[in-house]
T-cell receptor
């Protein structure tokens, strides 16, 4: 199946710093990517939809200025957690929509674990 | 509102004991129903996409089926390595909509 990578796989940072997470579709182009966060033993929570070349669409309750999303190319979306605080510690997962071959499937990255001290 | 309900929340099986996971859904026009497997600390791994009622797909010990109201993930003679959380999601036909996920079924297969 298609491959989506995330970098870094884990990060520890001090409170107040900003952290950037990259999401890449390695073998297909993705006009649409998604960012989720997941708390332990809970399901995925959609944060925002990232569209190539346009502004991201944020879910209700997600702060746009806190979680900056940039989708500058068809294979790369980035999530920047600005001025991170301990409550931002979570598992962040991106996904990319593959519409090639007539179907439409969303592939997920391996996730990034963020710990804010 | 599009909705996905998975049952049971957790399932414990003996190795070799076949069973089924259920995914009930309501959606304003189904574009696709998706099954994923998620291991702890990892992103979901794509398993199947089903597009229309009556469709079936198989992969090793897993078989997914679809009706107009629900999908089943049948696990035949499971092994301990099948232990994971299985997620079901639907995508509505209208527009560029994100997937709507169920809460998942945590499967444990005991040797």
């Amino acid at each position: 199946g298609a491959v989506v990578s995330q970098h870094p796989s884990w990060v520890i940072c001090k409170s107040g710093t900003s952290v950037k997470i990259e999401c890449r579709s390695l073998d297909f182009q993705a006009t649409t990517m998604f960012w989720y966060r997941q708390f332990p033993k809970q399901s995925l929570m959609l944060m925002a939809t990232s569209n190539e070349g346009s502004k991201a669409t944020y879910e209700q309750g997600v702060e746009k200025d806190k979680f900056l999303i940039n989708h500058a190319s068809l294979t790369l979306s980035t999530l920047t957690v600005t001025s991170a605080h301990p409550e931002d510690s979570s598992f962040y997962i991106c996904s990319a929509r593959d519409v090639s071959g007539g179907g439409e499937t969303q592939y997920f990255g391996p996730g990034t674990r963020l710990l804010v001290l | 509102e599009d909705q996905v309900t998975q049952s049971p929340e957790a399932l414990r099986l003996q190795e070799g004991e076949s069973s089924s996971l259920n995914c009930s859904y309501t959606v304003s026009g189904l574009r696709g129903l998706f099954w994923y497997r998620q291991d702890p600390g990892k992103g979901p791994e794509f398993l199947f996409t089903l597009y229309s009622a009556g469709e079936e797909k198989e992969k090793e010990r897993l078989k997914a089926t679809l009706t107009k109201k629900e999908s089943f993930l049948h696990i035949t003679a499971p092994k301990p390595e099948d232990s994971a959380t299985y997620l079901c999601a639907v995508q509505a036909r209208s527009g560029n909509t994100p997937l709507v996920f169920g809460k998942g079924t945590r499967l444990s297969v005991i040797a």
